[in-house]
């Protein structure tokens, strides 16, 4: 239960239930070998060499990244497979470092254009490891990648200019939508968009070894055959959003910022000591504030500043004494573990160990 937080703690921290997160992992690492797809998280939500440990532990084949940062961090600390799955535009800098990384870990790398994957040509010549390319395909999300009938077109530049590219991935965002059917729908797009990239590629004479998709909200939703890999970030602590679009219930929460309440300036309104610099300001339409407090459900976060949260309650319910230390479960919790130092990790209200969130701002 992640609201069962250890005494005296100084405020705001981020406290993880260690439970909770080991079954969250447990849970999705189950569920992957089941459906038989393989696991690569992707460690930006955590940013942690600990938690990075335990994936591969259950069973991840290896980790996902979105930038060469928080590889070079994780590789630092031990992982020795890495996807950055974001399309890779390098500049000089960028590409001396793919190649120092390349010699050290097994890499892999997202791509979307014709150009990009020249680029990425001529920075690992000479490389002794073979650095592997996925073409990024849309698949409704309208982010980055190419149509998935372009695919073989900058596959077949990737392989013309001596790259390994080894098949096509793609991100789900618009399983977020809030609309019950949109996970599922996004499952399906994901399915038939990779299928068309892998049809894409075998026309140009090259072999689809790995089609990568999956997000939390739709890992476990696809059907056997396109997809091969799943790259879920967000599932290993959740947060508020999920629990809005229910891809998990409050007993999957496994992080939540411990924030004092520093004021009660009427009697249905406090505030706690945690604001924008400690819980980010995401806020997606159909969430009804700035985070949930599992103590008090029907409470709703109205604002955010800096260093402050406001709550409003609803007319006639008790308020927490001033001084009373609260969970607030954010709203998306890649941002919040991105500004914090370290996580407090915690058992039954026990603290049992500090994790330092190693790739915090690691994002180049
Ligand atoms: C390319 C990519 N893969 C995987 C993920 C992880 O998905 P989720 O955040 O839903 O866990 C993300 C998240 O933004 C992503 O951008």
């Known amino acids: 239960m992640v609201e069962q937080l250890p005494e005296g703690l100084v405020t705001p921290v981020l406290v993880v239930d260690a439970d909770v997160l080991d079954r969250n992992i447990a849970r999705m690492a189950q569920a992957a070998r089941t459906g038989g797809f393989a696991l690569r998280p992707h460690a930006k939500s955590h940013k942690c060499a600990e938690i990075a440990g335990r994936q591969l532990r259950a069973g991840a084949s290896g980790l996902s990244v ?49 150009q990009a994957v020249r680029r990425l040509a001529d920075a690992v010549r000479g490389s002794d490891r073979r650095v592997e390319v996925l073409v990024e395909v849309d698949c409704g999300a309208r982010r980055t990648g190419v149509r998935a009938a372009d695919a073989g077109r900058v596959a077949e530049a990737g392989a013309d200019a001596g790259l390994r590219v080894v098949g096509a991935f793609t991100f789900p965002a618009h399983g977020y939508d809030h609309d019950p059917g949109a996970r599922e729908r996004a499952a399906r797009d994901e399915e038939q968009a ?72 009427a009697r249905d309104r406090f505030v706690l000591d945690a604001g924008s610099k400690v819980l980010g300001a995401d806020r997606s339409p159909w969430v009804t504030g700035h985070g949930h407090l599992p103590r008090y459900p029907d409470a709703t976060v109205t604002a955010l500043w800096e260093h402050h949260a406001m709550v409003r309650l609803p007319e006639g319910a008790p308020a927490p004494a001033l001084g009373s230390v609260l969970a607030l479960v954010p709203n998306h919790v890649c941002t919040p573990v991105n500004l914090a130092d370290e996580l407090l990790i915690a058992r039954g209200g026990v603290e049992l160990d500090r994790w330092r969130v190693a790739a915090r701002g690691a994002n180049t």
């Open 194 to 265: 990779l299928a068309e990239a892998a049809e894409s590629l075998r026309e140009r004479g090259l072999d689809a070894q790995v089609l990568s998709g999956g997000s939390t909200p739709t890992a476990g939703r696809h059907r056997a055959g396109p997809v091969g890999e799943l790259r879920p970030g967000v599932y290993v602590f959740n947060d508020a959003q999920q629990l809005a679009i229910g891809t998990c219930t409050a007993d999957d929460l496994a992080l939540c910022v411990a924030t004092t309440v520093i004021s009660r300036p």
């Open 66 to 114: 979105a930038t060469l940062s928080e590889a070079e961090v994780l590789a630092a600390a031990g992982v020795d497979d890495l996807f950055v799955a974001c399309p890779l535009w390098l500049d000089a800098g960028r590409a001396r470092r793919l190649h120092r990384l390349a010699d050290k870990v097994a890499l892999r790398v997202g791509a979307d254009s014709v």
